[in-house]
């Protein structure tokens, strides 16, 4: 099992910067690629980011590539999404979510992460 704990949303104006972070307790952390997903009012769930175990790949959705940037600490059990030149429309509660530990290949696609945060909401003003 692993507990999922976002942070770091809040209320930013357009083309500023947040960094969200997604904590982890349980199993082993290093064991489990970690993507980030958002939710918009009114929206599907959206894929925003992943990476792999080691940090070593990264994988963008085409509306936040070269604007965020996911990373991880595995020795702090904590993976980060750097947001910068934020937009209106990235207005969402921002997930991460957890592949279970045998399942080690990035996915865009929302159920095939087993573990989930709660969310943090992220509001940009125009």
């Known amino acids: 099992q692993v507990q999922l704990v976002e942070s770091g949303g809040g209320l930013v104006q357009a083309g500023g910067s947040l960094r969200l972070s997604c904590a982890a307790s349980?199993?082993?952390?290093?064991?489990?690629?970690i993507g980030w997903f958002r939710r918009a009012p009114g929206k599907e769930r959206e894929f925003v980011a992943a990476?792999?175990?080691?940090?070593?790949?990264?994988y963008y959705a085409d509306s936040v590539k070269g604007r965020f940037t996911i990373s991880r600490d595995n020795a702090k059990n904590t993976v980060y999404l750097q947001m910068s030149s934020l937009k209106p429309e990235d207005t969402a509660v921002y997930y991460c979510?957890?592949?279970?530990?045998?399942?080690?290949?990035?996915?865009?696609?929302?159920?095939?992460?087993?573990?989930w945060g709660q969310g943090t909401q992220v509001t940009v003003s125009s």
């Open positions: 349980g199993r082993t952390f290093s064991n489990n690629v």
């Open positions: 990476i792999t175990r080691s940090g070593g790949s990264t």
């Open positions: 979510a957890a592949r279970l530990a045998f399942r080690v290949g990035l996915t865009t696609t929302w159920d095939e992460y087993d573990y």
